[in-house]
């Protein structure tokens, strides 16, 4: 089992930034894939980054156009999501989620763990 804890989710000024933390109890840390989710209102839950070990390198959906990176820190068993230049359009609820699966997926059904949600909300 893995236990995932998101936090650093607020509110921001579009054009600010925030970072989210997620840290991960439960199974070996440094033979997870990690990543992040969001879901905004009315929206399906869609795939911002994923992150894998060794040199499985990471993986990012194709519209935060280099405003967001994803970042692991083995020895504090923490993936950090930091984003930038944030949009009114990333208003969303921000799930970091976890596998031992080795890849960077991006498909839901691929996490077998899911941390609770951080509510991230960009003010126009």
């Known amino acids: 089992q893995v236990q995932l804890v998101e936090s650093g989710g607020g509110l921001v000024q579009a054009g600010g930034s925030l970072r989210l933390s997620c840290a991960a109890s439960?199974?070996?840390?440094?033979?997870?894939?990690l990543g992040w989710f969001r879901q905004g209102g009315g929206k399906e839950r869609e795939f911002v980054a994923a992150?894998?070990?060794?040199?499985?390198?990471?993986r990012y959906a194709d519209y935060p156009k280099g405003r967001f990176t994803i970042s692991r820190d083995n020895a504090k068993n923490t993936v950090n999501l930091r984003m930038s230049s944030l949009e009114p359009e990333d208003t969303a609820v921000y799930y970091c989620?976890?596998?031992?699966?080795?890849?960077?997926?991006?498909?839901?059904?691929?996490?077998?763990?899911w941390g609770q949600g951080t509510q991230v909300t960009v003010s126009s």
């Open positions: 992150n894998t070990w060794g040199v499985g390198g990471t």
């Open positions: 989620a976890a596998t031992q699966k080795y890849g960077t997926y991006t498909g839901q059904s691929d996490y077998e763990y």
């Open positions: 439960g199974r070996s840390f440094g033979r997870l894939t």
